[in-house]
């Protein structure tokens, strides 16, 4: 046996990495990971599309020395399998160096610590030419020129990761700024969402503020939180090698009742439908959403569930995080809690989609309650023409109609939708509160009714007749048989 040295070769490596599946906005998402787990306050992402474009993600985080800088710029700079900061949103010492490869051919790191700035670059040409793994190192008068420069000088500490000599938007475009304007929008929401909880400093306890050239970027919270209407359902711990992974599902509002704000941070309606699922967050950071896992179909009537689930970076193993942090596998020992916990709450909004669906037209049946499709928008209103309600009002007299009249219309309006939805969404069979009430009592309530009726020398047979049709007593044949017995 002999032992032989065996290096990639550097430009091929390089080239190849180029392709591992990054999009723009998941490549600038893995550069702004880095700027997060290394304390910025402040991240900046600046870009020019005039002539050839250039972007810059600038922070002001700890920086890096020399030294540090050289260790970071290698592919490989720390071991996946090292165990990480709670906070740090990397893994794999290649992020920085893939993700902005996989968008240019020229990637320069400048940074600023203790006084003191460094720059180096990774430049694909250079590499080609060496036919080696040789990295640029700049002396600061060098850099004074370099893109933002100015801006990580007046901090007290800071980075800019610099990308420039975008061949890949140029190789399959005529328009190569109009393409790049379009990419950046794309990231700017992806980082609206993904880093949300960072935007919003109640959420997390430490806010960070994102800008794309100096426009500050608003949070999108998937969960509308800031919506009392939003029901947040309660948190389940799932404990797996000693780590705790936190569940909370939670309902949105119906979409009538969301402002045009909500709607816009949502996105289209429509999107309400393709979003629903588990929102996969690593230290807080969102990496996959709007999916199942396939564990339930996604469906019309769990549009409105949505089940965020918290892990730490100490479980990445388990999740099989990929490099890019876009994708998780879901691991099987998590997987019958979560389906579980799917049914018993968010299955069981079925039952409420139904349970609104349900036919208020059948002539058999007169209901207490009517409900009225106002183009797409639902009230539910007592049926005024029920006995039951022509009984009470016609007890009622007339002086004190008009307040009769309000508080029906107070009590309509204030139907607690809500309430029932997260009720209903919370228990098993969604059967157990809609109550049954005792024979007893429907009886008396029958009595009630029948006596006022003859008081006002009302036909009281005819009530009678009706009642195996009425929404309340029809449950209830054998009080109705008694009732038939008793009057007959
Ligand atoms: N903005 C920054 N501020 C300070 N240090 C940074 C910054 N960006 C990168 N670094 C340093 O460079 C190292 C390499 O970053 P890189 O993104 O390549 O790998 P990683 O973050 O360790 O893991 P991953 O591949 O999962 O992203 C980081 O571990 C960090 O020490
Ligand atoms: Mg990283």
């Given at each position: 046996m002999k032992e032989k040295l065996l290096m990639p070769f550097a430009p091929v490596l390089v080239e190849s990495t180029r392709s591992i599946g990054y999009s723009f906005e998941t490549a600038l998402a893995d550069i702004i990971d880095n700027s997060v787990s290394n304390n910025a306050r402040n991240v900046w992402v600046n870009f020019d599309t005039k002539d050839s474009p250039i972007l810059a993600v600038i922070d002001d985080g700890r920086g890096m020395s020399k030294d540090e800088l050289e260790a970071a710029m290698r592919y490989g700079s720390k071991s996946s399998l090292e165990i990480r900061?709670?906070?740090?949103?990397?893994?794999?010492?290649?992020g920085m160096k893939m993700a902005s490869m996989s968008q240019c051919r020229k990637l320069t790191v400048v940074s600023k610590k203790n006084n003191s700035i460094c720059g180096a670059c990774w430049d694909l040409d250079y590499i080609n030419s060496k036919g080696d793994w040789v990295l640029i190192e700049y002396s600061s008068d060098e850099l004074?020129?370099?893109?933002?420069y100015n801006d990580l000088n007046e901090q007290k500490s800071g980075t800019i990761v610099l990308w420039e000599q975008f061949d890949r938007i140029s190789s399959s475009s005529s328009n190569k700024s109009k393409v790049f304007d379009e990419k950046i929008e794309i990231a700017r929401k992806h980082v609206s969402l993904v880093f949300h909880r960072f935007i919003d400093p109640e959420a997390i306890g430490q806010g960070i503020s994102f800008y794309f050239n100096n426009e500050r970027v608003v949070g999108i919270d998937?969960?509308?939180?800031?919506?009392?209407a939003t029901q947040p359902l309660p948190e389940e711990n799932i404990i797996i090698n000693d780590q705790i992974i936190k569940v909370k599902p939670f309902v949105l509002p119906y979409a009538s009742k969301l402002s045009k704000k909500d709607q816009n941070k949502l996105g289209e309606v429509d999107n309400l439908r393709q979003n629903q699922g588990f929102y996969i967050y690593r230290n807080k950071r969102?990496?996959?959403?709007?999916?199942w896992f396939r564990l339930v179909k996604q469906h019309e009537l769990h549009k409105l569930a949505r089940i965020r689930v918290d892990i730490p970076n100490t479980l990445d193993s388990i999740w099989e995080i990929d490099v890019k942090k876009s994708t998780a596998n879901l691991p099987d020992i998590i997987k019958h809690r979560l389906v579980s916990l799917v049914e018993n709450t968010i299955g069981s909004s079925e039952k409420v989609y139904k349970y609104r669906g349900r036919?208020?037209?059948?002539?058999?049946i007169t209901h207490i309650w009517n409900v009225v499709d106002d183009r797409g928008q639902y009230h539910y209103v007592i049926n005024r023409d029920s006995p039951l309600f022509k009984t009470l009002e016609d007890s009622i007299d007339e002086k004190d109609q008009g307040f009769f009249e309000s508080f029906i219309q107070i009590v309509e309006s204030s139907f607690p939708f809500e309430d029932v939805y997260f009720r209903l969404a919370k228990s098993d069979s969604g059967i157990h509160i809609l109550s049954q009430k005792g024979e007893d009592e429907v009886y008396h309530n029958a009595v009630c009714m029948i006596e006022k009726l003859i008081s006002i020398n009302e036909n009281v047979s005819v009530f009678i007749e009706n009642m195996a049709k009425n929404d309340y007593f029809r449950k209830y044949p054998n009080v109705i048989s008694k009732i038939k017995e008793e009057y007959k």
């Open positions: 900061d709670p906070k740090d949103l990397g893994r794999f010492g290649l004074k020129d370099t893109y933002c998937p969960f509308l939180l800031s919506n009392p969102l990496i996959i959403w709007g999916t036919k208020t037209d059948d002539p058999n």
